[in-house]
């Protein structure tokens, strides 16, 4: 099925640094959702954007909608051990159908 | 709120057997369900997108009668993976959306298959 193409796949950082990661696609969406994963468990949703330059926030966490419509980024800021995970974004094409797209998913790995 | 539950977390089979999965909105109704499947390391594939009381609506290249869905409350939909095979294995994950939730959806935990 079709995926977004997410970047970086996987990253080691140092706690305290900030992070930042990026969905593109070739199609137009009208919703982009971002989500971390831990091993064994299912994703639990950190951000939802709905329009088109919209900029969210939820702790540390920033993401942005962007204006082509095409692209989303999530920024954590001062990272710690337990963002460690996997990061999807998910995009719900402008389709009406309400099923999501997901990310190939980038690799959270933090070093104490 | 929007606790999405799953059971069992782990099974395991032997080939030819069937299995259901259960996927339950414990704190809200849930309008539409969605089953995905996750290989590892990999990100997640829909399989299907099912409305409680109607026929499940499956993605292409997934087979409904090895895949039977079942959303017959606004609370539970059911995925029974019919005469597994090896291949089966994998995480299965369902999400749940309500009407008023602006298109998110609420994952469950998961469960592992395993056929042996």
């Known amino acids: 099925g079709q995926q977004l193409n997410q970047s970086p796949q996987s990253m080691f950082i140092q706690e305290g640094e900030d992070v930042s990661m990026n969905c593109t696609s070739s199609?137009?969406?009208?919703?982009w959702l971002w989500y971390k994963q831990d091993p064994g468990e299912g994703p639990v949703l950190l951000i939802a954007?709905?329009?088109?330059?919209e900029l969210t926030s939820n702790g540390r966490l920033t993401a942005q909608f962007g204006i082509t419509r095409k692209d989303s980024f999530l920024n954590i800021s001062a990272s710690i051990p337990s963002d460690v995970g996997i990061y999807f974004c998910?995009?719900?094409?402008?389709?009406?159908?309400?099923?999501?797209?997901f990310g190939t998913g980038t690799r959270l790995k933090v070093l104490a | 709120g929007a606790v999405v539950s799953q059971h069992p977390s782990r099974v395991i089979c032997k080939s030819g057997t069937s299995v259901k999965i259960e996927c339950r909105s414990l704190?809200?109704?849930?309008?539409?369900m969605f089953w995905y499947r996750q290989f590892p390391k990999q990100s997640l594939m829909l399989m299907a997108t099912?409305?409680?009381?109607?026929?499940?609506?499956?993605e292409q290249g997934v087979e409904k009668d090895k895949f039977l869905i079942n959303h017959a409350s606004l609370t539970l939909s059911t995925l029974t993976v019919t005469s597994a095979h090896p291949e089966d294995s994998s995480f299965y994950i369902c999400?749940?959306?309500?009407?008023?939730?602006?298109?998110?959806?609420?994952f469950g935990p998961g469960t592992r298959l395993t056929v042996l």
């Open positions: 704190d809200f109704q849930a309008t539409t």
């Open positions: 999400s749940a959306s309500y009407e008023s939730s602006y298109n998110e959806q609420f």
């Open positions: 199609s137009i969406f009208n919703t």
């Open positions: 954007l709905y329009k088109a330059g």
């Open positions: 998910a995009g719900d094409p402008a389709s009406g159908t309400y099923k999501y797209i």
């Open positions: 099912s409305n409680e009381g109607s026929k499940a609506t499956y």
